[in-house]
T-cell receptor
Framework: GAVVSQHPSRVICKSGTSVKIECRSL??????MFWYRQFPKQSLMLMAT?????????EQGVEKDKFLINHASLTLSTLTVTSAHPEDSSFYIC?????????????FGPGTRLTVT | AQKITQTQPGMFVQEKEAVTLDCTYD???????LFWYKQPSSGEMIFLIY??????QNATEGRYSLNFQKARKSANLVISASQLGDSAMYFC?????????????FGKGTRLSVIA
């Protein structure tokens, strides 16, 4: 099946610094990528939808100036957490949707665990 | 209103037995897809099974089957012959419409524990 990678898998940063998370579709072109956040023992919450070559669409309550999303190519989307704070510590998962038939083609990356100290 | 409801925070099942994980959904869109994912402690989301709203038959994938009751808006996951490796969080999700930029919306999940 299709593969989506995320890098890094785990990152620890100091409060006030910025962290960039990469999401790549390895063997298909992802016209749309989704970014989710998951707090411990909770479900996945959609943060934003990014389409290649256009601005991301953010969910209500998600600060677009804090969570910068760039989808510059059909295989790469990045999420930058700017001026991170401890409350941003979470598990971030990207999901990529291919440009083919719109049925079950949605694949998840392995996730990035962010800890802000 | 919740679009996906999973009412069982936790479930226990004996090894080799079958278990049903409940999922109900809410949508007014006639075109939608229903998904089940498994999330082990590593965090990765593992796709298990998919059911389209127009599919006439219940989806099956190996030991997984989806009991699709459209009139009741339920999409329960049935795992047959449970194995210890099935212990994980299970999420039901829905995508409304067929547009390429429609995200999956997830339920709160059910933690399944398989007992030897």
């Amino acid at each position: 099946g299709a593969v989506v990678s995320q890098h890094p898998s785990r990152v620890i940063c100091k409060s006030g610094t910025s962290v960039k998370i990469e999401c790549r579709s390895l063997d298909f072109q992802a016209t749309t990528m989704f970014w989710y956040r998951q707090f411990p023992k909770q479900s996945l919450m959609l943060m934003a939808t990014s389409n290649e070559g256009s601005k991301a669409t953010y969910e209500q309550g998600v600060e677009k100036d804090k969570f910068l999303i760039n989808h510059a190519s059909l295989t790469l989307s990045t999420l930058t957490v700017t001026s991170a704070h401890p409350e941003d510590s979470s598990f971030y998962i990207c999901s990529a949707r291919g440009s083919g038939r719109a049925s079950s083609e949605q694949y998840f990356g392995p996730g990035t665990r962010l800890t802000v100290t | 209103a919740q679009k996906i409801t999973q009412t069982q925070p936790g479930m226990f099942v004996q090894e080799k037995e079958a278990v049903t994980l409940d999922c109900t959904y809410d949508t007014s869109d006639p075109s939608y897809g229903l998904f089940w994912y498994k999330q082990p402690s590593s965090g990765e989301m593992i796709f298990l099974i998919y059911q389209g709203s127009y599919d006439q038959q219940n989806a099956t994938e190996g030991r997984y089957s989806l009991n699709f009751q459209k009139a009741r808006k339920s999409a329960n996951l049935v795992i047959s012959a449970s194995q210890l490796g099935d212990s994980a969080m299970y999420f039901c999700a829905m995508r409304e419409g067929w547009a390429g930029n429609t995200p999956l919306v997830f339920g709160k999940g059910t933690r399944l524990s398989v007992i030897a």
